[in-house]
T-cell receptor, first 113, second 112 residues
Framework: EADIYQTPRYLVIGTGKKITLECSQT?????MYWYQQDPGMELHLIHY???????EKGDLSSESTVSRIRTEHFPLTLESARPSHTSQYLC????????????FGPGTRLTVL | KQEVTQIPAALSVPEGENLVLNCSFT??????LQWFRQDPGKGLTSLLL?????REQTSGRLNASLDKSSGRSTLYIAASQPGDSATYLC???????????FGIGTKLQVIP
């Protein structure tokens, strides 16, 4: 079944740790996105990719980095987590073409102590 | 800069009622508009996508309309059920690299 997956779903970690949030999709989509969402607030785009070896920063400044070595995989890394990184991180993908419908993963709730 | 506003911010209705959620956007030069549902602590589930050339889309009890010239879209939910309780977000795709701008959402509670 075509889908988009995120792991872990929940992560509680101490300040200064390096973390990687995983995102994979089986829909063959070229475009992938990372959004950050705080409770009751709008989604903010932090990174996007239009294909393998293509990554761009989004509107919201983020200390995270991403990579796109395989079409299906778009991990997000924080080299040194801080309490200000506490948030919900949502991964999404969309196909090329006029429709460009976005599909989202279940999200990762990150808490940095 | 595209701005997306959703009104009301929260809505509580008794089960069985028909309801309308509103979404407005400032730049009418859009590619498409997508309605999502988000349950607490979860990701977004796509409900309906309307292309800029379309006026409406229907899926089951949901009907979304688009009026580009006035910068508005509505999501109509017929015969609401407690399972419809969630936050509903609209997202507009526009601009040079087809940036997607989200509204903050309308939190819907359907009371049994």
């Amino acid at each position: 079944e075509a889908d988009i997956y995120q792991t872990p779903r929940y992560l509680v970690i101490g300040t200064g740790k390096k973390i990687t949030l995983e995102c994979s999709q089986t829909m063959g989509h070229d475009k992938m996105y990372w959004y950050q969402q705080d409770p009751g607030m709008e989604l903010h785009l932090i990174h996007y990719s239009y294909g393998v070896n293509s990554t761009e920063k989004g509107d919201l400044s983020s200390e995270s980095t991403v990579s796109r070595i395989r079409t299906e995989h778009f991990p997000l890394t924080l080299e040194s987590a801080r309490p200000s990184h506490t948030s919900q991180y949502l991964c999404a993908s969309s196909a090329e073409g006029a429709r460009n419908e976005q599909f989202f993963g279940p999200g990762t709730r990150l808490t940095v102590l | 800069k595209q701005e997306v506003t959703q009104i009301p911010a929260a809505l509580s209705v008794p089960e069985g009622e028909n309801l309308v959620l509103n979404c407005s956007f400032t730049d009418s030069a859009i590619y498409n508009l997508q309605w999502f549902r988000q349950d607490p602590g979860k990701g977004l589930t796509s409900l309906l996508l309307i292309q800029s050339s379309q006026r409406e889309q229907t899926s089951g009890r949901l009907n979304a309309s688009l009026d580009k010239s006035s910068g508005r879209s509505t999501l109509y939910i017929a015969a609401s059920q407690p399972g419809d309780s969630a936050t509903y977000l609209c997202a507009v795709r526009a601009g040079g690299y087809q940036k997607v701008t989200f509204g903050i959402g309308t939190k819907l509670q359907v009371i049994p």
